[in-house]
C-alpha cells in the first residue's frame, strides 16, 4: 500500500480542521487553501483527478476570496467564473455519475469561499460536508472521508462557539455592570 497519499491527505485534514476555529475570513480562506493543496496530492496519487480538479477550484476560490468581499459585483464574477471552471473540470474527467456530488461540494464550497461573514462560510461548508463525503467514499480517499467527519465536527464547534454562544453587542449608551 502506497501511504504518501494518505500522509499527504491527512496534512490536508489538519488544515481544514484548524481553518474553522478562528473567526477571522482570511485566515479561514488561508488555511483551507493550503489544506486544499495537500488534499489535490492525494487525489492524484489515488487516480481521482475529477476530486483533484474539483478541489483545485475550491482552492482557487478561496485563494482569490482571501482578501476580497464577493458583494462587490466585480468579485461575484470571479465566482461565476471559477464555479464555470469546476463545471468544465466536471465535464472534462467525468467518471460516473459520482463526480457530481463532487462538483455540487466543490461549487457549495466555492459559494461559501465567496462570502463576507464567517458564520455564513461555516454553514454552507457544512451543507457541501455531505456531498464531498459520498464522492470521497466512492474513490476510497479514507483521509479525504476522515476530514470531512472532522471538519463537520469543527464546523459545528465554530457554529457553537461563534454563532450560538457568542454574547450579545451592548448597545453604546450601555456601560459594563450598569443597566439603562
Given amino acids: 500500500m502506497n501511504y504518501l497519499p494518505h500522509i499527504l491527505g491527512y496534512i490536508g485534514v489538519l488544515c481544514l480542521v484548524l481553518s474553522f476555529q478562528v473567526n477571522d475570513k482570511k485566515n479561514i480562506m488561508l488555511m483551507q487553501a493550503i489544506g486544499r493543496a495537500f488534499f489535490i496530492g492525494q487525489y492524484v496519487l489515488l487516480a481521482a ?9 475550491c482552492m482557487l ?36 455519475w459520482l463526480g457530481l456530488f463532487a462538483m455540487v461540494g466543490a461549487i457549495l ?5 465567496a462570502m463576507k461573514k464567517p458564520k455564513v462560510v461555516r454553514i454552507l461548508t457544512a451543507i457541501s460536508i455531505p456531498f464531498w463525503f459520498t464522492y470521497n467514499f466512492s474513490s476510497r480517499s479514507y483521509a ?7 471538519t463537520f465536527i469543527s464546523v459545528m464547534t465554530g457554529i457553537v462557539r461563534f454563532d450560538i454562544l457568542k454574547r450579545p453587542e451592548k448597545p453604546n449608551n450601555q456601560k459594563e455592570g450598569i443597566e439603562a
Avoid: H, Y
Fill in 144 to 150: 479525504s472521508m476522515t476530514s470531512d467527519c472532522l
Fill in 109 to 113: 464550497q466555492n459559494v461559501a469561499f
Fill in 61 to 96: 476560490c478561496a485563494i482569490v476570496f482571501m482578501n476580497r468581499d464577493c458583494l462587490e459585483p466585480k468579485n461575484r464574477k470571479w465566482l461565476v467564473l471559477i464555479n464555470l471552471l469546476a463545471v468544465v473540470f466536471g465535464v472534462i474527467w467525468w467518471k460516473n
Fill in 49 to 57: 483527478f475529477e476530486g483533484a480538479a474539483q478541489t483545485a477550484a
